[in-house]
T-cell receptor
């Protein structure tokens, strides 16, 4: 079953604008990861934030984590057409499932020229 | 090879046929995962191997699904007597380290799109 919800389900912006997508989850986590999936390609790992971290940056990406609200957000600044993809958050839990990731439902981002 | 590869990329099966999906992980990666991704959804965990040992198969939807990794490298996901609800993209991922290393990144293959008619 999916861990939680992402919103919006779909987002369309102009190139150069910022894109923000949110993720909510249900259980306690070890870390939360964001992945990108382009049409016809596999998932690409973008960034990982640990449960004891509140914010993390990587290039044009900024991720926040609020464990009290069980939510995370991904901000992509100065978006480009190449950022068009589906974005998924995934959580790694404390259960005995090893490194099993539980994914959200995804946000479809379209960046228009 | 630089990444995880999967074959075939596309598979069309008639209902009731058996299918076998192959995953070649990154060389030297200890952990291997299979996920199922239905249209418009996020991937869902199926099973996990650490070397040749299948440590978690809690996500396999029925006993028609079987996975193996006999030599601790290549893995095969087999689906017997396929049903229409099995139509999905099947993703394989590998990571360098074994379970217990929470920050170990999983690298995904391109997936096999299975369509059951």
């Amino acid at each position: 079953s999916q861990q939680g919800e992402e919103d919006p389900q779909a987002l369309s912006i102009q190139e150069g604008e910022n894109a923000t997508m949110n993720c909510s989850y249900k259980t306690s986590i070890n870390n939360l990861q964001w992945y990108r999936q382009n049409s016809g390609r596999g998932l690409v790992h973008l960034i990982l934030i640990r449960s004891n971290e509140r914010e993390k940056h990587s290039g044009r990406l900024r991720v926040t984590l609020d464990t009290s609200k069980k939510s995370s957000s991904l901000l992509i600044t100065a978006s480009r057409a190449a950022d068009t993809a589906s974005y998924f958050c995934a959580t790694l839990g404390f259960t005995g499932g090893g490194n099993k990731l539980t994914f959200g439902t995804g946000t479809q981002l379209k960046v228009e020229l | 090879g630089a990444g995880v590869s999967q074959s075939p990329r596309y598979k069309v099966a008639k209902r009731g046929q058996d299918v076998a999906l192959r995953c070649d992980p990154i060389s030297g990666h200890v952990s291997l995962f299979w996920y199922q991704q239905a249209l418009g959804q996020g991937p869902e965990f199926l099973t996990y191997f650490q070397n040749e040992a299948q440590l978690d198969k809690s996500g396999l939807p029925s006993d028609r699904f079987f996975a193996e990794r006999p030599e601790g490298s290549v893995s095969t996901l087999k689906i017997q007597r396929t049903q229409q609800e099995d139509s999905a993209v099947y993703l394989c991922a590998s990571s360098f380290l074994g379970s217990g290393v929470a920050a170990d990144t999983q690298y995904f293959g391109p997936g096999t799109r299975l369509t059951v008619l």
